[in-house]
Nanobody, 119 residues
Framework: VELAESGGGLVQAGGSLTLSCQAS????????MGWYRQAPGKERELVAVMRQGGIMEYADFVKGRFTISRDTVQTVTLQMNALDPGDTAVYYC???????????????WGQGTLVTVSS
């Protein structure tokens, strides 16, 4: 079981990017999926999470610019608009309570995808 992110890249300030995360493996269910980010020299921080039941949580710095969606049980997308150089970071996908036939994972992380916003 693993998470794979895609969609990162270089964009100018004010631009948009869409990040996608796909969980692969013999997965029966995933409770929560979300996005975190880590900028150079900073701690990893929550960006947005889609909790069970469709409850969405966003960091204050998102300020209505980002939208998280859970397209399927195994995928989560982050639409990012009005990007700012301060959004430059490695973005990580996280899945909580990932159930397979034999194992329940408390959490899984993807490898991360780099988002660079130029001024």
């Amino acid at each position: 079981v693993e998470l794979a992110e895609s969609g990162g890249g270089l964009v100018q300030a004010g631009g948009s990017l869409t990040l996608s995360c796909q969980a692969s493996g013999n997965i029966l269910g995933i409770k929560d999926m979300g996005w975190y980010r880590q900028a150079p020299g900073k701690e990893r921080e929550l960006v947005a999470v889609m909790r069970q039941g469709g409850i969405m949580e966003y960091a204050d710095f998102v300020k209505g610019r980002f939208t998280i969606s859970r397209d399927t049980v195994q995928t989560v997308t982050l639409q990012m608009n009005a990007l700012d150089p301060g959004d430059t970071a490695v973005y990580y996908c996280r899945a909580e309570k990932v159930a397979t036939m034999s194992v329940l994972y408390d959490e899984l992380w993807g490898q991360g995808t780099l988002v660079t916003v130029s001024s």
